[in-house]
């Protein structure tokens, strides 16, 4: 409903006074949706519990002091392009100015304003109230909501919920006090509805509805305790339990969590450890999946209840002081149900906790002694396969790296990619399948060495490579069609000079990434043969993949140079496995070529801007002068044109 759907005044739209009748039947008729509103505008720091009841307070209390309010009160001042009733207007214009005014910090020299208090009326005692749970979208529009200022909030409640315009915005913004009402505005417009959904219908949703409430007691055994004392000073607990009560919604056992959000059936059963779903050790040997699925549940801790309630809780709704992290594409909201547990113990000095959810793995760790400082890193893994569920990082200190293995890996190792002529050696793990540390390529300084997993199953050998997330991404050679684990001697000396361009993949939500060598060419005057590399990063989110083509000269210590970037190309992949790409190189005699080099099924090369020339074939080399700009495209056998990577 907007403000254009409220009946107008009779007595016209104009401004003029505003009668205590008026403006009360006004507050009756539309008081679901003025407490609503300052529902909305309030901070969300208060808690679910106070916001209910300081919104009905603010709305009840809104009513002019005398008999009759002249225009100049705040809020009844209404124009024509408004066309709503002069009282509803005035009351709306009072529940804005007191909600903004209760957001506001209470500071030690300020004489502290009526609506900054936690209200006397309405009071409930032994329940604790808060609004029916919402969707995903809700809970996603009430977190960017909390990220706003009141005003803010304001301008986008007024703008969404009453469908104002922004000069009207603007104006009422105004006239409930706000000092600059114009970056309010356009901080609202920063916040988007999620999932498509309209604004209107998100906020008329029961998340946000302080009328229809749901109840739980409060802490019982608390109340037991503190019985008799309650009883002896029944003044103290009024004024103590208003002023301190209302905010809280327990620390205590939940360690760094915040307050509770929402608490209905299918939310508790996600939190609740003993509804964690445990798979047995040996599922995955018979089982028709090999993935995260089937791992056992496995560490010293596993039975620690506390510690997977606060996990739990952490995750459901992390505190100011936890440590979170995704990758790129990652949902970091609760779990949808009660997750997998993959593992529980202590790994270097922090006790550690991983989940698996169908959609996601998820790692939760805290200090050994305490509950502060707690970590919570999330990382999507759908659609993982025996390969892309071999490991997992379980500890991450310093330049160092640890790693929990899947129950099928039989043997690990590490490879120093830098070194392909090196024998992997042996990376030893305990029954847990957790490995020791090693060194990580992500934290070292520079690029002397790039240190990767190797892992051994019953079908292969794979390569798995830490790039800063919470799953390693697998490294392989060849066409996009057919990639092979880079095992042999050729692929390994072609990744020996690209694994330093994996530095642009890092935190990238990268699942796998695939080296290409798409062509040889041999240098102008008798220099050799250069190589030219496609390398593909594929994403576990399917989108925001990353190619670069690399040229490498013959000298076999010198690293590949980037001559190409791209992102979401799909150049190098599956479904378009081809490639175009150039540089501006040098050779000794100080001349400058264009070189340029493409895949098997280009037919014809050509160039033009500040180097003109043409080449049949897939390889081009043109003299240039130093400096020169050249764009280069190529043709297909089939006619069609293509454009170099860029």
């Known amino acids: 409903m907007s403000t254009q759907d409220l009946a107008p005044s009779p007595a016209g739209p104009g401004p003029g006074p505003v ?78 100015r007191q909600a903004l005014i209760a957001g506001l910090p209470l ?65 009422v913004l105004t006239a409930a006090g706000v000092e600059d009402a114009q970056a309010a505005l356009d901080a609202a417009d920063g916040v988007e509805a999620a999932g498509g959904i309209g604004t209107a219908a998100l906020l008329d949703s029961p998340e946000f509805d302080p009328c229809s409430l749901q109840a739980r007691p409060t802490d019982l055994m608390r109340r037991r305790q503190h019985g008799k004392a309650a009883l002896a000073a029944a003044a103290a607990v009024v004024v103590c339990g208003t002023l301190l009560g209302l905010p809280g919604d327990g620390w205590g056992r939940n360690g760094a969590a915040a307050p509770s959000y929402a608490r209905n059936p299918a939310a508790e059963a996600a939190l609740d450890p003993g509804r964690l779903k445990r798979v047995p050790p040996g599922v995955w040997q018979h089982s028709a999946r090999t993935d995260f699925s ?53 790994v270097d000095g922090s006790r550690v906790v991983l989940f698996h959810d169908g959609l996601r793995a998820v790692r939760y760790a805290e200090p050994v002694g305490e509950t502060s400082g707690a970590a919570l890193d999330f990382a999507r893994t759908d659609g993982a396969d025996a390969v892309g569920s071999s490991a997992l990082v379980a500890s991450r200190t310093s330049a160092n790296v640890r790693y929990l293995t899947a129950p099928w890996v039989r043997e690990t190792a590490v490879r120093d990619l830098l070194a392909p002529s090196k024998e992997p050696w042996s990376l030893e793990r ?18 002397a060495s790039w240190n990767t997993l190797q ?92 190619v670069l083509a690399q040229f490498q000269v013959p000298a076999p210590d010198a690293a590949a140079a980037l001559a190409a970037k791209a992102d979401e190309s799909p150049a190098c992949g599956v479904r378009e496995p081809r490639v175009l790409a150039g540089v501006l190189w040098q050779a000794k005699s100080g001349q400058w070529y264009v070189l340029a ?50």
């Not at 604790?128 to 995903?136: D, E, K, N, S």
């Not at 995704?326 to 997750?339: F, K, N, S």
């Open 19 to 96: 009668d205590v009748e008026q403006a009360e039947a006004a507050l009756v008729e539309h008081y679901p949706r003025l407490v609503r509103i300052a529902y909305l505008v309030l901070p969300p720091s208060l808690g679910r519990n106070r916001r209910v009841l300081t919104a009905h307070a603010l709305v009840q209390r809104s009513l002019p002091r005398r008999r009759t309010s002249g225009a100049a009160a705040p809020g009844c001042s209404v124009r024509a392009e408004d066309a709503v009733d002069p009282g509803y207007a005035y009351v709306r214009g009072e529940v804005l």
């Open 294 to 346: 089937v791992w056992p549940a496995r560490g010293a801790l596993t039975g620690d209840r506390a510690l997977l309630r606060r996990a739990l809780a952490v995750w459901a709704r992390p505190g100011g002081s936890v440590q979170a992290s995704a990758t790129p594409g990652t949902p970091v909201g609760p779990p949808m149900g009660p997750p997998q547990l993959l593992y529980a113990g202590e």
């Open 455 to 546: 892992v051994r199953d019953g079908t292969g050998t794979r390569l798995l490579t830490d790039l800063g997330e919470l799953a390693p991404a697998r490294l392989t050679s060849g066409p996009p069609a057919a990639p092979v684990d880079p095992t042999g001697a050729e692929a390994r000396a072609g990744w020996a000079r690209t694994a330093c361009q994996l530095v642009a993949v890092r935190s990238h939500g990268v699942r796998s990434v695939n080296a290409w060598r798409f062509a040889e060419q041999r240098l102008p005057e008798g220099a050799g043969r250069a190589a030219w590399l496609c390398t593909r990063a594929e994403t576990w989110r399917g989108t925001g993949s990353r």
């Open 430 to 447: 305990n029954a847990d399948g957790l490995t020791r540390a090693m060194l990580s390529p992500v934290q070292a300084p520079g690029c």
């Open 597 to 646: 080099a493409g895949s098997d099924d280009l037919a014809s090369l050509r160039t033009s801007g500040g180097v003109v020339g043409r080449a049949q074939g897939h390889l081009l080399a043109l003299k240039a002068k130093p400096g020169a700009r050249a764009d280069l495209d190529g043709t297909l056998r089939s006619g069609e044109r293509v454009s170099a990577l860029r």
């Open 107 to 171: 500071r030690r020299w300020a004489l502290p304003r009526r609506a900054q208090f936690p209200p006397l009326l309405p009071q409930v005692w032994g329940l604790r109230l808060f609004p029916r749970a919402g969707g995903a979208d809700e809970l996603a529009l009430d977190q960017r909501l909390s990220a706003l200022s009141g005003p803010a909030r304001a301008a986008y409640v007024l703008r969404g919920l009453e469908r104002q315009g922004d000069p009207e915005v603007l104006r």
